[in-house]
T-cell receptor, first 117, second 111 residues
């Protein structure tokens, strides 16, 4: 079945550094990918929707200059957390839209746990 | 706005026990409802779904019925197994095609 690969699974970084998270659709083309964030004991929250070849659409309250999303190909989207701070520590997960027009499905990556020291 | 409220965990059950994880929602219009499961070290996977009122989604022994009158989509399984240990997320897809997730419920099944 369709698989979405997300890397890295976990990352620890120093405050002020940037972290890049990759999300790849391995056996299908994903014109649309989604990035979510989950803080402890809270819901998965949609951060942004990225469409291949165009600028991402960010949800209200998400800083687009801090969370850079690039969707340069039909199989790869990246999220870069720039100048990370401890409050950015969270679980980030991507998903890709696949399937058919009549049976659309979302396929999720395994998530990235980011810890900023 | 649309939202999902899910029973908090963690939940610990003995093998063959009955499982219920409560989920209620708030939405305008007629959302589709989903249960996703995340096994350790893996991505979220669709477990089951229901797209209209009174529909029952089922998969791997799990069931959930779309109850419009109580705005609920509770997940049930009659006899859990150790392999069911995972985190379960209730979700809805609203009118704008956007997904809203619950907080997730961690289930541990002990032999």
């Amino acid at each position: 079945g369709a698989v979405v690969s997300q890397h890295p699974s976990w990352v620890i970084c120093k405050s002020g550094t940037s972290v890049k998270i990759e999300c790849r659709s391995l056996d299908f083309q994903a014109t649309t990918m989604f990035w979510y964030r989950q803080f402890p004991k809270q819901s998965l929250m949609l951060m942004a929707t990225s469409n291949e070849g165009s600028k991402a659409t960010y949800e209200q309250g998400v800083e687009k200059d801090k969370f850079l999303i690039n969707h340069a190909s039909l199989t790869l989207s990246t999220l870069t957390v720039t100048s990370a701070h401890p409050e950015d520590s969270s679980f980030y997960i991507c998903s890709a839209r696949g399937g058919s027009v009549t049976n659309e499905k979302l396929f999720f990556g395994s998530g990235t746990q980011l810890s900023v020291l | 706005g649309d939202s999902v409220t899910q029973m908090e965990g963690p939940v610990t059950l003995s093998e063959e026990a009955f499982l219920t994880i409560n989920c209620t929602y708030t939405a305008t219009g007629y959302p589709s409802l989903f249960w996703y499961v995340q096994y350790p070290g893996e991505g979220l996977q669709l477990l089951l779904k229901a797209t209209k009122a009174d529909d029952k989604g089922s998969n791997k022994g799990f069931e959930a019925t779309y109850r419009k009158e109580t705005t609920s989509f509770h997940l049930e399984k009659g006899s859990v197994q150790v392999s069911d240990s995972a985190v379960y997320f209730c979700a809805l897809r609203g009118a704008g095609n956007q997904f809203y997730f619950g907080t997730g419920t961690s289930l541990t099944v002990i032999p």
